[in-house]
């Protein structure tokens, strides 16, 4: 047979997906619909293999596990959460994605209505004359490198209302013990404070306040724009979104600004936490 | 913990393990979590292609599994249930985040590169390093890479991804073709993997 007209047929994806599965072990012809692949087809396709294995071998390289305190440190407050699971199901859902898309839209008539007795509260508490400076963006902790002494005005492990006029506390402040890092304390703190803050009443009083310990000179990264839900003078060192039950909420992390802060892109920043003490701040809403 | 409790969890099975610890034994609970925790972590870390995310999105993952456990029905392995926890998580890391595409900043404290990567298997290529790759899968919608990193960093077979992200398997191999195809295209036109590509859905 001549080999000449033998071109290749294939379409790309074709190609592409015998040479992906012939890496994998599989047959190719699984890609080709019963073609049969011409002689170029064949060559075409162990190129496209050849190239494909470099990707492969590429994904397939080792990665460097966490050191040996933080795995520790990880495991450990997973495992505490044992005996705590609320098989209700209000807690961040483990659901597959094609699930989780509807969630999405329920909360949107919630959203709206969190929105509009935000400027409701907004608007009482400023015809009252109560001040709102807690809401100020703390664009001056924004780059390069800045050092803010902790003040007064540092809030402290109270849930006292100063983060705006609509909030009150929820229940005397909890103190969550010590952590690895800011991420394994927000998640702690989002678990203690959702049952029993988060989960009814109107939002305007949905917000609670723990504490908790973690090393000094913790580092994390975060949103500049986030810094906006903590109080003045502090430094927001973790920040996450998420779900419990149908509710979104925030959770922050923050500390006295005494770390210095470095600016290592546009979007994020590397913020060094000197010290030990760090507060949670579980918002509802967003 | 004894010494001989734990050896003998580390001889036990993942069902026999996940069965104490839905019973209330931590030191069940902590081999099983133990046990699993570098995979999960490396599918964090592929997932999000950043190190400090992909330990906030490995705690959401471990604390999400230990408080999912009384759900656990077992119809699915504990590996599987568990990836797609976890996966869950890396989705949920990255849409908090706003994850984009970005530029991998000379002192990024995120890059790859560790002790542990030195001499890494069938990297003789000098376009394709960790740092790349990297970038490279940060450029990849999270479904394709999903399907990739399941595939060729922990090497589940077609049918375990298939279960993982709840697609039929035509799709799956679909996704890791498409995927393998979009990051070579990536790694060729940017060797140096920074975040310059333009994005590439496949």
């Known amino acids: 047979m001549n080999d000449r007209p033998s071109r290749p047929t294939l379409s790309d994806d074709q190609l592409d997906l015998a040479a992906s599965l012939a890496i994998d072990g599989q047959d190719p012809a699984d890609a080709l619909d019963g073609h049969m692949p011409t002689p170029a087809e064949r060559r075409e396709i162990e190129a496209r293999t050849a190239r494909l294995r470099s990707v492969v071998d590429a994904v397939a390289a080792p990665v460097a596990p966490p050191t040996t305190e933080r795995r520790a440190a990880q495991l450990e407050a997973a495992a505490a959460a044992l005996g705590r699971a609320d098989p209700s199901g209000a807690v961040t859902p483990i659901s597959t994605r094609t699930r989780r898309r509807p969630r999405a839209r329920a909360v949107a008539p919630w959203a709206v209505a969190a929105a509009i007795a935000a400027v409701i509260a907004v608007a009482v508490s400023a015809l009252t004359g109560q001040k709102h400076e807690r809401y100020a963006a703390t664009s001056a902790a924004e780059g390069g490198t800045a050092t803010v002494a902790p003040t007064t005005t540092v809030a402290p492990v109270a849930g006292v209302p100063q983060y705006g006029a609509q909030s009150k506390p929820a229940t005397a402040p909890t103190d969550l013990g010590s952590f690895a890092d800011a991420g394994a304390l927000a998640a702690r703190a989002r678990d203690a404070l959702s049952s029993r803050a988060l989960t009814a009443g109107p939002a305007a009083t949905q917000r609670a306040t723990a504490s908790g310990t973690v090393p000094a000179s913790t580092s994390t990264t975060c949103s500049s724009a986030l810094r906006r839900l903590a109080p003045r003078d502090t430094t927001v060192v973790y920040d996450a979104e998420a779900v419990l039950g149908t509710n979104p909420v925030r959770v922050v992390v923050y500390a006295p600004a005494t770390g210095a802060q470095t600016s290592t892109s546009t979007s994020r920043t590397l913020v060094v936490v000197d010290t030990a003490t760090c507060h949670v701040l579980v918002d509802r809403p967003l | ?202």
């Open chain 2, 1 to 202: 913990m004894t010494a001989g409790r734990g050896r003998a969890h580390a001889d036990r099975a993942d069902p026999e393990l996940v069965a104490a610890a839905q019973a209330g034994d931590r030191t069940a609970l902590d081999e099983l979590l133990g046990r699993h925790y570098d995979r999960l972590h490396a599918l964090c870390r592929r997932m999000t292609g950043d190190e400090q995310d992909a330990l906030d999105a490995t705690q959401e993952a471990l604390i999400a599994i230990v408080r999912g456990l009384p759900r656990y029905d077992g119809r699915a392995a504990f590996t599987t249930w568990a990836y797609r926890v976890t996966t869950n998580a890396c989705l949920d890391e990255l849409r908090r985040r706003g994850r984009r595409p970005r530029p991998v900043a000379p002192d990024d404290t995120s890059a790859p590169l560790g002790p542990g990567d030195v001499g890494a298997p069938s990297l003789d290529q000098s376009s394709v390093d960790r740092l790349s790759i990297d970038a490279a899968l940060r450029e990849l919608s999270p479904e394709f890479r999903a399907a990739v990193v399941l595939r060729d960093q922990l090497g589940l077979d077609y049918a375990e991804i298939a279960e993982v992200l709840d697609l039929p398997p035509g799709t799956v191999r679909s996704r890791i073709a498409r995927g393998r195809r979009a990051l070579a295209t990536i790694l060729e036109r940017n060797p140096a993997g920074a975040g310059t590509v333009e994005e590439t859905t496949p």
